[in-house]
């Protein structure tokens, strides 16, 4: 019998949820998906209307989306905001433990996330992107998701 203990796993610990109401442009309420909509499980952001998107390249990460309330037809989503959290890494992904994640897009899918080198010229699409980053990577060794202390 496998020992219990080699199997470790963050994913659960502490984590903060929040209800918000989605954008319903970038992610969608379906009553076939799981959870709700296509998108659940992808990194979004806050919009200035204060609705949850998905995060496009650069941008601040909120957290991830969880599940969208179909059945009651407002919109509304819970998204996870704090713990640790399981991000899919998007294309322009190159990790570092210890480091911080925006978002990302995977092809052009939004709702990934990559790595914020520090930015070295001081550019100011570079301190916009470094005043963005958000969580400490914890895990990068699995080749499609990052874990992420979101606080």
Request: contains cysteine; hydrophobic residues 45%; charged residues 15%.
């Amino acid at each position: 019998m496998a020992n219990p203990r080699d199997a470790l796993s963050l994913l659960g610990i502490r984590p903060l949820r929040v209800t918000l109401t989605i954008d319903n442009s970038t992610i969608t309420a379906s009553d076939t998906e799981d959870g709700g909509s296509a998108q659940v499980g992808l990194a979004v952001k806050l919009s200035a209307d204060n609705t949850v998107a998905l995060v496009q390249a650069d941008d601040q990460v909120l957290g991830q989306l969880i599940s969208v309330n179909v059945a009651s037809g407002d919109l509304r989503c819970s998204v996870q905001v704090g713990g640790f959290i399981s991000f899919l890494k998007g294309t322009n992904y190159s990790g570092a433990v210890g480091g911080k994640i925006v978002g990302d897009v995977l092809v052009a899918a939004e709702g990934y996330v990559k790595h914020l080198a520090a930015a070295s010229a001081g550019s100011a699409a570079e301190i916009n992107a470094l005043a963005a980053a958000q969580g400490v990577i914890y895990d990068d060794s699995d080749t499609d998701e990052v874990v992420v202390w979101m606080g």
